[in-house]
Nanobody, 125 residues
């Protein structure tokens, strides 16, 4: 599956953004989707994931209650709604997918088979 992320931008602290991850190629509904992020000088960090067919999601503690991951399999698209953004959320955000029919709560970079290109999110204070 090929993934393309979009929707990043510059926002003030407390604002919102919605990232999209458009998929093409093999059956999108067979893939869990995850979002990772990477700040300059930092390791790429897992943020959230969603099961391929059930509304089962998992988030890291720092975004719980502020971010919501969702998907629309009919549109071959996943989303990351980000509310109450903080300057520390500033990063390049990547959507990603593991192999088909694989899901675990805390996906590692080593689990990822397909990466989308990143989209920059900048939160100003």
């Amino acid at each position: 599956v090929q993934l393309q992320a979009s929707g990043g931008g510059l926002v003030q602290a407390g604002g919102s953004l919605r990232l999209s991850c458009a998929a093409s190629g093999r059956a999108f509904s067979s893939y869990a989707v995850a979002w990772f992020r990477q700040s300059p000088g930092e390791e790429r960090e897992f943020v959230a994931t969603i099961h391929w067919s059930r509304s089962v999601t998992y988030y890291i503690d720092s975004v719980k209650g502020r971010f919501t991951i969702s998907r629309d399999n009919a549109k071959n698209t996943a989303y990351l709604q980000m509310n109450s953004l903080k300057p520390e959320d500033t990063a390049v955000y990547y959507c990603a997918a593991p192999r088909p029919y694989y899901y675990t709560q805390l996906l590692k970079k080593e689990d990822i088979a397909s990466w989308g290109q990143g989209t920059q999110v900048t939160v100003s204070s």
